[in-house]
């Protein structure tokens, strides 16, 4: 049972899966949370915010409130993909391809990575951009059939659905703000995000 089935659906009887491991026989492997679940867990404790939606009605009520929320109304989005230019179109967004005036960046992603609450993208979204040098502020939109468990099965996701493969992937892992960086996170670009997640199975 998925996390968003538990979240939004009807109460289930009690299944192996909600039976506390240390009540489980000694011996008894861990249960594994569904992908979804672990994905939510691990993007959460990244710094991501998250929104989940049920219907596309629902994804446009969320991007109007993150636009309301930073007062972006009127500002510049950096956008690659032409796709999100429509399918918001009712926003009239203020697109640039000029970094240096863009408040915030729209795009998809590739992948949404289960085991370490990353998004894994690509040149598909950022083309030959690094990270640091894109926005400081990220809205991401993806679908529940993005999930995935690891890199690895992202890769070769992206291998099977391109003809051409991208260049440039990468993964978005660290959302804190700057204040929150130490020497492990050195190096890497940390980003305000978020995460506008659509039910399509």
């Not at 590739?110 to 990353?118: A, F, M, R």
């Not at 998004?119 to 939109?141: G, R, W």
Request: hydrophobic fraction near 35%.
């Amino acid at each position: 049972m998925s996390l968003f089935s538990k979240l939004f659906g009807k109460k289930s009887k009690k299944t192996e899966e909600h039976i506390p491991n240390q009540e489980r026989g000694k011996y008894m492997p861990e249960v594994k949370l569904p992908v979804d679940e672990r994905f939510t867990i691990n993007f959460k404790a990244n710094g991501g915010k998250f929104l989940y939606c049920e219907n596309f009605e629902e994804i446009q009520e969320s991007f109007n409130d993150i636009l309301k929320e930073n007062n972006w109304q009127n500002d510049k989005v950096f956008l690659f993909d032409q796709r999100l230019s429509e399918l918001f179109k009712g926003f009239d967004l203020n697109s640039t391809k000029n970094l240096s005036e863009s408040t915030y960046f729209l795009s998809t992603c590739e992948y949404l990575i289960s085991d370490d609450g990353s998004l894994l993208i690509s040149s598909n979204q950022i083309a030959e951009k690094k990270l640091i040098e894109l926005p400081d502020h990220f809205i991401i939109y993806a679908t529940t059939s993005q999930f995935v468990e690891t890199i690895g099965e992202g890769l070769k996701g992206i291998k099977a659905k391109s003809k051409v493969i991208p260049t440039n992937i990468t993964t978005i892992k660290n959302f804190k703000t700057a204040e929150d960086k130490d020497f492990l996170t050195y190096g890497s670009s940390s980003k305000n995000l978020y995460l506008l997640l659509l039910e399509d199975l």
